[in-house]
């Protein structure tokens, strides 16, 4: 494998960057060059996306794509597909593709075909259940931010007789509230844990079983209200649990939504909308396989992470989905990409000379606008905006939609355009301090502009143009974590957290703090009772 920074292509960049991408100015380019939209727009399985309002040309594309090719990536994607092991710290293949491929087109198409129609034909019976009025996923991570977002996406999919709730943090503020809510007799409770060890998960799901068989139910009745999705399926036996929808290492938990985790998507949304999920994000990675990278949407967006990151030096990117279904997926990206990506070690060990992951962040429009948007068109950082607009609601308020995608094409047209002093100075403020001198206020109120963004649309949130869209994400992820030389499939930094939270447990009740750093015996001390 060769590191992005050991090619020619990473030297060119540099060239081209201190040439040209420093100063390139996004009015003037689109003024020089009628084209630019066309050229630099592309249409991928469902998602268009509109990448002329970034601070690139078509050169800088080429660049990027010698980059690609001398990093070899169209041969380690196809490795990865084929199933090699790709995740070499933990020894393991890396194919939650194979989740959405139909059955002889992936590895392992039997094991994953044969839990897929358990799992659907199990969810159809829940649905069918008019008993079951609740269904609770109690799971963390991968385990709950991909359920979770795509549930919320596809609510209009949902059946409204049937509630669905997600429990993830150990803090009891979490569960108390969903639990005082509900009937043991009209409960499933879904247990999500790849592991079926993870700390929060196992106390909740302890919380739940307690307070079910406090409740009226009884030791025979788990089997109906309790199901596992897991890796480890004999753990789940041994809390109890006997219905249980397995899955394999070679699934990373932020990859895992397509997999039994996706259970609770499947009873809320039903066995053949689950399925269009999974078409969508296989159209994708189709596409992902076999487009060259100069029209490959996810492998352009991952160049474009890397351009940013480390020449243009931006830290951050924000994610602005126009639309409230996608609410949880500024959170769910936050995982993929920075759990991914947040390495500071190359495959070999090797310290980074570079920066890696950006800090992914965001809320859906129009709120984002009435919050943090001023930091964006008028603050010191340079922060690449990606907007989401979907052309068709699946509501009847017309006019509401209208305004929502006029205010989603005016901020990216304000990033890009912002406003000179001249502007600023020629208009009449009524808001405005009347005794402030024009001058100052005209340099308040001066938009540098030239901000960059990218615009994904969709033509309607579908279950498979869902499926689409977060498909291209992760192939985004693995493109910049690819070229970056790093393995964006373990997880090692969390591990540190966990071991020291295990030793600070006993000393909360025992107040033992030898040892300590001061900070943290001070803390605990306080904390205590
Ligand atoms: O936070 C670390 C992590 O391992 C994530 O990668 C994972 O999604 C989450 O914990 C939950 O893990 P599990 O599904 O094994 O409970």
Request: charged share 30%; aromatic share 8%; with cysteine.
């Given at each position: 494998?060769?590191?992005?920074?050991?090619?020619?292509?990473?030297?060119?960049?540099?060239?081209?960057?201190?040439?040209?991408?420093?100063?390139?100015?996004?009015?003037?380019?689109?003024?020089?060059?009628?084209?630019r939209f066309e050229a630099l727009s592309l249409q991928a399985p469902e998602v268009f996306a509109d990448l002329s309002k970034n601070l690139l040309d078509t050169a800088t594309l080429h660049f990027l794509a010698d980059l690609a090719r001398e990093c070899e990536l169209p041969a380690r994607r196809d490795a990865m597909l084929a199933g090699a092991v790709a995740n070499l710290t933990e020894g393991r293949e890396v194919l939650h593709t194979a989740l959405r491929a139909p059955l002889g087109a992936a590895p392992h198409g039997e094991p994953v075909h044969a839990v897929l129609a358990a799992m659907l034909a199990y969810a159809?019976?829940?649905?069918?259940?008019?008993?079951i009025t609740d269904v609770v996923n109690i799971g963390i991570g991968g385990s709950d931010l991909g359920p979770q977002m795509v549930v919320a996406a596809l609510e209009s999919?949902?059946?409204?007789?049937?509630?669905l709730h997600f429990v993830s943090n150990v803090d009891g503020h979490d569960i108390a509230p969903v639990l005082a809510k509900l009937d043991p007799q009209r409960t499933l409770f879904i247990v999500a844990s790849k592991t079926f060890t993870t700390q929060e998960t196992m106390a909740n799901a302890q919380v739940a079983r307690a307070w079910f068989l406090a409740n009226g139910g009884t030791v025979e009745e788990i089997a109906r209200h309790f199901a596992a999705t897991t890796t480890n399926v004999s753990a789940a036996a041994a809390f109890g649990i006997t219905t249980t929808f397995g899955f394999w290492d070679w699934v990373g938990g932020r990859y895992s939504l397509w997999s039994a985790i996706g259970l609770p998507i499947a009873i809320a949304i039903g066995a053949a909308n689950f399925a269009a999920l999974l078409d969508g994000a296989h159209a994708m990675d189709r596409h992902f396989a076999e487009a060259p990278v100069e029209r490959n949407l996810p492998m352009l967006l991952g160049l474009v992470d890397v351009w940013y990151?480390?020449?243009?030096?931006?830290?951050?990117r924000s994610v602005a989905p126009y639309h409230q279904g996608l609410r949880r997926l500024p959170a769910y990206l936050q995982q993929?990409?920075?759990?991914?990506?947040?390495?500071?070690?190359?495959?070999?060990?090797?310290?980074?000379?570079?920066?890696?992951s950006p800090v992914v962040w965001g809320e859906p429009g129009t709120n984002g606008q009435h919050a943090y948007f001023q930091m964006l068109h008028q603050g010191t950082d340079v922060i690449p905006v990606e907007f989401i607009a979907v052309r068709r609601p699946t509501h009847a308020h017309a006019e509401l939609h209208a305004k929502l995608l006029a205010n989603c094409?005016?901020?990216?047209?304000?990033?890009?355009?912002?406003?000179?002093?001249?502007?600023a100075r020629s208009e009449t403020v009524p808001t405005a301090s009347a005794t402030l001198d024009r001058e100052v206020l005209a340099r308040h109120r001066t938009f540098p502009g030239n901000r960059p963004s990218t615009t994904f649309v969709l033509d309607m949130l579908t279950p498979r143009a869902l499926g689409a869209l977060v498909a291209m994400y992760e192939h985004r992820v693995w493109t910049s974590g690819a070229l970056w030389g790093i393995n964006s499939f373990d997880q090692w930094g969390v591990e540190l957290g966990k071991a020291l939270a295990s030793d600070l447990l006993p000393r909360l009740a025992s107040g033992d703090t030898r040892g300590l750093d001061a900070s943290t015996a001070g803390l605990l001390a306080r904390l205590r009772g």
């Open positions: 494998m060769t590191r992005c920074d050991r090619t020619e292509a990473w030297s060119a960049l540099a060239g081209h960057y201190e040439a040209h991408g420093r100063t390139l100015d996004l009015r003037e380019a689109f003024a020089r060059d009628a084209s159809e019976q829940v649905r069918l259940d008019a008993q999919y949902g059946d409204p007789g049937r509630r990151r480390n020449f243009h030096g931006f830290a951050s993929l990409e920075m759990e991914s990506n947040g390495k500071r070690v190359d495959l070999a060990g090797e310290p980074l000379p570079y920066a890696t094409l005016a901020q990216s047209q304000a990033l890009m355009l912002g406003k000179t002093a001249e502007a």
